[in-house]
């Protein structure tokens, strides 16, 4: 087999993030007992799409547990230490690392079995997480977010208006939510709008990310 | 109105894009045909039941996938969502 295409990775040093003028540290809104929310970015992530060829679902999910070690089978989605995926459509699954060399290494574990398109330049990942971020996601999506319907690990692909959104819920109180890079700023707008009521926090980008 | 996705459940309405009638139209016409009742049967000849219907609907909202959906036209009543697997035709 020829030698694979593999895209580059994001370049943590020069990337810029869509909402950094909006990613003001500090507290907002309805503070009467406190944030009960915190926003974040998680900035620079690599995120994949790997859609595997029809009758290779199998395959493919065990290509992307060997890649990351994520235990995703066709039924079950994954939240690791160093990489968490799930599947948002018929054997179209989310991979999203801190590493950036989740592409290639994905893109080689896959081999035929499947395509994989780096989404990194195209995603941004917010996080949400508290004891009222249900309650905001609910202002947002028509999606139940109580966790017997909606587990831990569990990934999903909804929309707000126009606004894509693929959610996993990483922990009981927290979720991933990517939305296409161009409207990050305009969704991010309304995540802080609906957290209002509930008074959220805005927390800092971790060193060695752009100051905001 | 709530269609059941038969990959991501139940999802609002707003979730999804009408394609059309599932049922099979008129043959197509030949291309050079010069045919009008032909074309227009095929173009524009539907059962239009007031009932069970069979319907394509994607899922543009979630998880992308068309649907093959059976609603009554009287009811919004959804007895069947099953992903549409279309036939090679013409």
Redo the contacts between chains.
């Keep these: 087999m020829a030698e694979p295409f593999i895209s580059t990775p994001v370049m943590a040093a020069t990337a810029q993030s869509p909402i950094a003028d909006a990613l003001l540290p500090g507290e907002y809104g309805n503070l009467a007992i406190g944030a009960q929310v915190a926003l974040s970015e998680r900035f620079g992530l690599a995120i994949c799409d790997v859609c595997a060829w029809p009758g290779l679902e199998t395959k493919t999910a065990n290509a992307i547990k060997r890649a990351t070690g994520l235990a995703v089978t066709k039924r079950r989605d994954a939240v690791g230490e160093a990489a968490q995926g799930f599947q948002h459509a018929p054997g179209r699954w989310t991979v999203i690392a801190e590493d950036p060399s989740l592409a290639e290494r994905l893109t080689r574990a896959v081999s035929a079995n499947a395509t994989v398109v780096d989404l990194a330049h195209g995603r941004t990942c917010l996080r949400i997480a508290g004891e009222a971020g249900t309650s905001v996601l609910a202002k947002l999506f028509a999606i139940d977010f109580a966790e017997k319907a909606f587990p831990v690990a569990k990934g999903l692909a909804t929309s707000h208006h126009a606004v894509l959104a693929q959610i996993q819920r990483v922990d009981a109180q927290t979720f991933d939510l990517l939305v296409f890079r161009s409207y990050a700023r305009t969704f991010f707008h309304a995540l802080t709008r609906a957290s209002e009521e509930f008074g959220y926090r805005i927390v800092p980008p971790r060193a060695g990310e752009p100051e905001t | 109105m709530i269609i059941p996705c038969p ?2 459940g139940p ?2 309405l ?2 999804f894009t009408y394609h059309g009638d599932a049922a099979r139209a008129a043959a197509r016409p030949a291309h050079g045909s010069t045919d009008q009742e032909a074309w227009d049967r095929h173009v524009y000849d539907r059962r239009n039941p007031a009932g069970s219907h069979a319907e394509i609907w994607q899922h543009a ?5 068309h649907l093959r959906v059976v609603r009554d036209t009287r009811t919004h009543e959804i007895t069947e969502t099953t ?1 549409y697997a279309p036939e090679v035709s013409q």
């Excluded at chain 2, 909202?61 to 996938?65: E, I, V």
């Design positions: 990959f991501c999802r609002d707003a979730e909202g979630g998880c992308r996938s992903l």
